[in-house]
Nanobody, 128 residues
Framework: QVQLVESGGGLVQAGGSLRLSCSAS????????IGWFRQAPGKDRDGVSC?????????YYPDSLRGRFTISRDNAKNTVYLQMDNLKPEDTAVYYC????????????????????WGQGTQVTVSS
């Protein structure tokens, strides 16, 4: 079955860095975009980044995170990474990776949450 497993979260001071990993199985990884989302307590789940399936591995970031977060993928390892630099306390959240393997749009960004399969999440806490 489809499985997405996030890892790499933890506690870091403001200004520090973390690299999250999303390991996938149960589907043809190369064929699908993978998105990262986050959810802070009491807030909605927001998109953080996305990387498409195409040969260029097109990436997407919201303007507010561009320059601090970098997404990449290693298709040989069925893994997507999210490098997070210059972390801020407002980055504190549970981070999830997701893939849309249901709709006909699953190869492209953004990943549509309503169609997505999700990992269990990894907690990122940034102290001030």
């Amino acid at each position: 079955q489809v499985q997405l497993v996030e890892s790499g979260g933890g506690l870091v001071q403001a200004g520090g860095s973390l690299r999250l990993s999303c390991s996938a199985s149960g589907f043809v990884f190369d064929d699908y975009a993978i998105g990262w989302f986050r959810q802070a307590p009491g807030k909605d789940r927001d998109g953080v980044s996305c990387i498409s399936d195409d040969g260029d591995s097109t990436t997407y970031y919201p303007d507010s995170l561009r320059g601090r977060f970098t997404i990449s993928r290693d298709n040989a390892k069925n893994t997507v990474y999210l490098q997070m630099d210059n972390l801020k306390p407002e980055d504190t959240a549970v981070y999830y990776c997701a893939a849309d393997i249901i709709s006909s749009y699953g190869s492209s960004c953004p990943v549509v949450p309503g169609f997505a399969s999700w990992g269990q999440g990894t907690q990122v806490t940034v102290s001030s």
